[in-house]
């Protein structure tokens, strides 16, 4: 492996940790290298604290070795104050000279500008390096700024003969058809995404909290569809646990593309990703207008004599797994 890849390579491998984390902010992961060696490694601090590049230099014991030392990172610098001043300056003030990027930053306030400042102040600068990889792992920073949406992941589980629910039930809870490791993954999706959305009957029919109790971390925003604003505030997903939002025909037009409205109001609250999890109607929905990037399925063992069929989609198979007695498939948009 060519030595600026085995370095990105790192720097995607240590940007997970800020997963879930970082929202709105994209998880960007940093390492300094002096003589072949890591002196200094850092990734994005939950949203508002210090960037990756400001912990990786943070990191370093000498810091006369970064004048003569090169900063690896999976997205161009920031070059404007937000909640933190601009990495390239940081970069700038301690003459590091060589700076490796994976892919530039699309948003309009860097796009550019990150990597003309380093420039200017004499820095080296080698640009797109395993571009490809780190563009998939800013999937969620990059849709949110280039289409002006969230990152939008469908999930549901079907029974083995493809249905998603029971016509009709006894209690006002979920009919589960995974097993309890399945639900704990979906759990821990919940952490990494910044936004849960389901359709009225859900609420109506389940009652969920879709909160991540069964995994640590930050519980996602919630969102609910409710045309009629008919959901009273004695439902799960109107408790303290998190943010709920409602939208209502208020908030947008039944009658025209009702994804597409979704999207632009979760794109106004800053929101930069979000699990559909309703029924098979409401995924229907994001389906037919063409407002997905990644699909979850889970197809468990059971089987209903009938019920509510799974929504149709087409998608490219990315990647299956077995998890005990279900099965896992990922599903991406092309």
């Excluded at 780190?134 to 083995?160: D, E, G, M, S």
């Amino acid at each position: 492996m060519h030595q600026h890849s085995f370095y990105i390579k790192r720097c995607l491998e240590i940007a997970k940790n800020g997963l879930g984390s970082t929202r709105p902010n994209p998880m960007v992961g940093c390492v300094i290298v002096y003589q072949d060696k890591i002196i200094g490694e850092g990734f994005t601090s939950a949203y508002g604290k210090n960037h990756a590049e400001v912990n990786a230099i943070n990191s370093v014991k000498n810091k006369n070795l970064l004048k003569e030392s090169t900063i690896y990172v999976t997205l161009e610098p920031c070059s404007h104050f937000g909640k933190t001043p601009p990495c390239s300056d940081l970069i700038s003030l301690h003459k590091i000279p060589n700076v490796v990027i994976g892919c530039i930053d699309d948003n309009i306030q860097v796009s550019g500008k990150g990597i003309k400042k380093l420039k200017d102040s004499g820095c080296h600068v080698t640009v797109g390096i395993l571009e490809d990889e780190c563009k998939k792992h800013h999937k969620r920073f990059f849709t949110f700024h280039n289409k002006k949406r969230p990152y939008v992941i469908l999930k549901w589980a079907q029974t083995f003969n493809g249905f998603i629910a029971p016509k009709a039930k006894d209690e006002q809870k979920p009919v589960w058809i995974t097993n309890r490791f399945s639900r704990q993954l979906t759990h821990k999706w919940r952490t990494e995404e910044q936004a849960i959305l389901v359709g009225t009957n859900t609420v109506l029919e389940d009652n969920p909290s879709l909160t991540s109790r069964h995994w640590t971390g930050e519980n996602p925003v919630r969102i609910v569809i409710d045309k009629e604003n008919k959901l009273s505030q004695s439902f799960n997903i109107f408790n303290r646990d998190s943010k709920t939002i409602s939208i209502t025909n208020k908030d947008i037009d039944f009658s025209k593309s009702i994804a597409q409205q979704i999207c632009s109001i979760l794109f106004n609250n800053d929101i930069n990703s979000v699990i559909i999890e309703g029924g098979t109607r409401t995924l229907q929905t994001f389906i037919d207008e063409n407002l997905w990037d990644e699909a979850r399925v889970f197809t468990g063992q059971s089987v209903f004599k009938s019920g509510i069929k799974a929504p149709v989609f087409s998608g490219t198979l990315t990647s299956e797994q077995k998890i005990v007695t279900d099965t896992l498939k990922i599903y991406s948009n092309d």
